[in-house]
Nanobody, 132 residues
Framework: QVQLVESGGGLVQAGGSLRLSCAAS????????MGWFRQAPAPGKEREFV??????????FYADSVKGRFTISSDNAKGTASLQMNSLKPEDTAVYFC???????????????????????WGQGTQVTVSS
């Protein structure tokens, strides 16, 4: 089991930046990918993919809505991953979750990376609020 703890959320004005971090502990050797998802407060909103990174290869995936604004990175030695969020918009307001998974060695598509079922461990989430 891998335990994940997010940090770095908060309140920021539109156009501002935040950096989220995810620290992993436990059986981290069992996973090789990390992703960020978010869930907006509106009723019925599902968890939405934001970004993912494949550990050793450094391959990254992004949702179209955040491309060019968000950057995911990882520190394998420390077992951490970060999400740098720039040019934030009010529609980025959500609870952000990090997740870890063990993906197959074969080629991974963006569809695979964006599917919540392909992640095994989840953090509790951190709130990001962007004011207009």
């Amino acid at each position: 089991q891998v335990q994940l703890v997010e940090s770095g959320g908060g309140l920021v004005q539109a156009g501002g930046s935040l950096r989220l971090s995810c620290a992993a502990s436990g059986r981290t050797f069992t996973w090789n990918a990390m992703g960020w998802f978010r869930q907006a407060p509106a009723p019925g909103k599902e968890r939405e993919f934001v970004a993912a990174i494949r550990w050793n290869a450094g391959t990254t995936f992004y949702a179209d809505s955040v491309k060019g604004r968000f950057t995911i990175s990882s520190d394998n030695a420390k077992g951490t991953a970060s999400l740098q969020m720039n040019s934030l918009k009010p529609e980025d307001t959500a609870v952000y979750f990090c997740a870890a998974g063990r993906w197959p060695i074969a080629f991974i598509t963006s569809n695979y990376a964006s599917t919540p079922d392909n992640y095994d461990s989840w953090g509790q989430g951190t709130q990001v609020t962007v004011s207009s």
